[in-house]
């Protein structure tokens, strides 16, 4: 049963994870293997685990079966939601030592934004991982 600081109970088993998963630094990667390997010596019989973020409260059900629709409509290994950036990526900036700004893409300077392909980014609310296709 997991706890709030203040005690109360919120209807939650927490697998205790080692010390090198219990900080700023461990990667999802490595928690998400952690707990599989978990549920595997437990006897589980898992083919595929899926991460959800708890800072993606508003995960929908459906949103999480369109995903798993996904991993299983091809060989894929995942499968993760994906959303465009506000703005093309490809007209971006970086600041130089000196201060000023450059362009990240100067290629792209004088090219229509709508002429620009869309760029993606990960939209950090769930991740399907398949440990075996078969």
């Known amino acids: ?7 109360q109970k919120v209807g939650a088993d927490v697998l205790p994870a080692p010390e090198e998963l219990s900080n700023d630094y461990a990667g999802t990667t490595e928690v998400i293997a952690h707990a599989t390997q978990w549920a ?27 995903g798993w629709d996904e991993l299983n409509s091809g060989d894929w290994d995942y499968a ?3 959303t465009d950036f506000a703005a093309p990526i490809f007209r971006s900036f970086k600041q130089t030592a000196e201060g000023s700004i450059e362009m990240f893409f100067p290629e792209h300077f004088a ?4 002429d620009l392909p869309i ?10 991982d398949v440990l075996w296709h078969g």
Not at 111 to 114: E, P
Not at 120 to 128: E, K, N
């Open 40 to 66: 595997l010596d437990q006897g589980f019989d898992v083919a595929a685990v899926c991460c959800i973020y708890a800072t993606a409260p508003f995960v929908q059900t459906d949103d999480l079966k369109r």
């Open 80 to 82: 993760f939601t994906v």
């Open 119 to 128: 760029a993606l980014h990960d939209a950090g609310q769930f991740y399907w």
């Open 1 to 7: 049963m997991l706890r709030l600081r203040s005690g």
């Open 111 to 114: 090219t229509r934004s709508q």
